[in-house]
Every structure is written in structure tokens, then in C-alpha cells.
């Protein structure tokens, strides 16, 4: 059993994670939690609202030798220092994405997070899905097909918090890991055309990707993104030649179109987030293996940012592969 969990940032995505912890905690899987949050009244409230004790100072989070792991959901900005702060100090971290701001810093986190022997984990949650499990099911057992093409439609009306990246590292993020994560794929090329309309960031992007699997298929991924649209879209269709799978990361649904008709499997209600802090922490009681890993954050990070010099450039960008030693 993990003796202390801390979550820091508790204002936004980060009140989800002391929900959830806390229900860890109601299953035996944590004996404590703490939240931190510069803004006193915040951490207070979440802090009653889930029974978790609480403090506004970052230091006592690092000096608390009964804390094991430390989840990071604060801004994009400081991921970096944190994330490198908390694992000097001995902890384990599971930092949101994107994990840090450039992958030059998500590369070093890796570093220092293997010099110090310390899990570090990327919230990639869909990876958690099952509707995402049974898919790569399908795929690792050559139930497919050969695959031709990946298209995301990730959209979203205009957010009411102010962000601190744009869609691709914010959105196309998710898309890009799961086209790694359920095809065992590497990324080899991408162009991309989008904007900005209302923010300093883009705010919109359509992307392709090129990318080859470990069955060596040669596969495109087609990214549409935005906070620009007026409808919350979360879909994933993938064209093989042997049928078309639709899935709906809403509601975390599969449907396959095959010529014998169309199928619906009935997959096991789960939350992706819970699975994923519950996956944190057997890691940390080394029970399980991060299904996620500080890798494939930085992996997804370098993408986004070929991504970005594409849209700039209005040119294809070659992107390299990255071996972690």
C-alpha cells in the first residue's frame, strides 16, 4: 500500500485526481493524501470536500518522506520544475500532459528520473479506455486487418479556463499517443495546417501523420482539432481492410463495420482516470508496470512540436526516431 499520495494543483483537472484518489484511498490502495494548491481557500475546500489533508506550500510536498507519489496538475509551465524537484526528492510522479513545455525538458525528466530509480509516468488516460484496450486487443491478436488510415475528431467549444498551450499540445496530444500506443507504432512524418482565431495559442489544427507499426503497416493519421467548434467531440474511426472500427471516447464505446454486418461488443464500464491512478499506484508498490511511461510524453511532445514547425513552414517534417539509453 502506497503510505501517501500528493496531488498537486487542485484548480482545475487536478480536483478530478483527489476525487479519484480518494476513492484509492477507500480501497486500502493509499493510507493518506494530500492536496497543494498556492491558492489557500481552493486547497481547503477540495481537501474537506474529499477528506484529504491539505497545504499551499510546494517544499512541504517535497519534505514529507511519507509521501511516495506525486500527481502534477498544475499549469504547463512549471510541470518541468516540479516534475525534476519531486523526483530528486525521491518521489514517484504521474505529471499530466503535456509533461512539460519543449521535449528537450520531458527528454531530461526521463534522465533524471532513471538516475534516481523513480517512476515517472504522463497522463495519457485514454489509454485506459476500454474501448482503447479492446481495440489493441483486436489489433495484437490480427483481428484488423491491414490498417490504411486513422481519423480523430477531438473538438471542443471554447474553454472557460485560459490555457497555457494550444490544441496540438493540449488535444492532438491524446491522438497521437493512441496511434503509438494501440498499433506499437513509430511516428516517420507530419504536415499540418491551423491557426489561431481567439487565443495567443492555435486554436485550431488539421494534422496528418505517417507512421509504421510493428506489423509494418503504413499507416496515416488524420488529426481534426479545435476549441472553435460549438459541439465536444471525442471520436477515433479506423479503416483496415478488413473492417472499420468506430469509437467514441465519450461514452468509451467500440462499433465495427464488417461486410457480415455491424457489431456492438459490450465492454466493462470503467473510468480511464481512475484506472490510471490506480495503475500509479501498484507501480509505486511494484504490483504493476506503468502502462504509461515519461518515454512516451516526451515521444508524443517531440511530435507536437514537428507538428508545430510544420504549420509554420508549410512543409512535411521528417520525424526523427528517439532512442532513450
Same mark, same amino acid.
Given at each position: 500500500?502506497?503510505?501517501? *499520495?500528493? =496531488?498537486? /494543483?487542485?484548480?482545475?483537472? /487536478?480536483?478530478n485526481h483527489a476525487r479519484v484518489v480518494a476513492i484509492l484511498r477507500s480501497i486500502d490502495l493509499i493510507k493518506d493524501v494530500? =492536496?497543494?494548491?498556492?491558492?489557500?481557500?481552493?486547497?481547503? +475546500?477540495?481537501?474537506k470536500l474529499y477528506g484529504h489533508s491539505w497545504t499551499t506550500n510546494f517544499d512541504n510536498v517535497l519534505h514529507d518522506e511519507d509521501i511516495d507519489g506525486v500527481i502534477i496538475s498544475s499549469p504547463?509551465? %512549471? #510541470?518541468?520544475?516540479?516534475?525534476?524537484?519531486? @523526483?530528486?526528492? /525521491?518521489? #514517484?510522479v504521474? =505529471?499530466?500532459?503535456?509533461?512539460?513545455?519543449?521535449?528537450?525538458?520531458?527528454?531530461? +525528466?526521463?534522465? %533524471?528520473?532513471?538516475?534516481?530509480?523513480? *517512476?515517472?509516468?504522463?497522463g495519457f488516460l485514454l489509454r485506459y479506455s476500454p474501448a482503447v484496450q479492446f481495440v489493441k486487443k483486436m489489433y495484437t491478436e490480427n483481428k484488423l486487418g491491414h490498417v490504411l488510415v486513422v481519423y480523430s475528431k477531438r473538438t471542443n467549444p471554447w474553454p472557460a479556463r485560459k490555457y497555457?498551450?494550444?490544441?496540438?499540445?493540449? +488535444?492532438? *496530444? #491524446?491522438? *497521437?499517443? @493512441?496511434?503509438?500506443?494501440?498499433?506499437?507504432?513509430k511516428p516517420k512524418k507530419a504536415f499540418a495546417y491551423g491557426g489561431k482565431l481567439k487565443h495567443d495559442y492555435e486554436d485550431f489544427a488539421n494534422i496528418f501523420l505517417e507512421f509504421i507499426s510493428k506489423n509494418n503497416d503504413i499507416f496515416q493519421t488524420i488529426i481534426e482539432t479545435s476549441w472553435v467548434t460549438p459541439y465536444k467531440f471525442r471520436r477515433l474511426e479506423i479503416t483496415t481492410t478488413e473492417c472499420v472500427v468506430s469509437l467514441d471516447l465519450v461514452e468509451h464505446t467500440v462499433t465495427i463495420f464488417r461486410s457480415t454486418g455491424i457489431f456492438t461488443p459490450r465492454l466493462e464500464k470503467k473510468e480511464p482516470l481512475l484506472e490510471e491512478d490506480k495503475n500509479f499506484v501498484l507501480a509505486i508498490d511494484g504490483k504493476e508496470k506503468p502502462l504509461v511511461t515519461g518515454e512516451d510524453g516526451a515521444i508524443a511532445l517531440m511530435v507536437c512540436e514537428k507538428i508545430l514547425s510544420s504549420m509554420e513552414t508549410k512543409d512535411v517534417v521528417t520525424i526523427p526516431e528517439i532512442n532513450f539509453l
Open positions: 500500500m502506497a503510505e501517501k *499520495i500528493a =496531488v498537486i /494543483g487542485v484548480g482545475g483537472w /487536478g480536483q494530500v =492536496v497543494m494548491d498556492i491558492n489557500e481557500k481552493r486547497a481547503k +475546500l477540495i481537501a504547463t509551465k %512549471i #510541470h518541468y520544475i516540479q516534475t525534476k524537484q519531486a @523526483l530528486e526528492a /525521491g518521489k #514517484h504521474l =505529471v499530466e500532459k503535456p509533461m512539460t513545455e519543449t521535449f528537450s525538458q520531458a527528454k531530461e +525528466l526521463v534522465e %533524471i528520473a532513471r538516475e534516481n530509480n523513480r *517512476i515517472l509516468m504522463t497555457d498551450v494550444g490544441v496540438v499540445r493540449d +488535444l492532438a *496530444i #491524446h491522438d *497521437i499517443d @493512441l496511434s503509438r500506443f494501440i498499433f506499437s507504432a
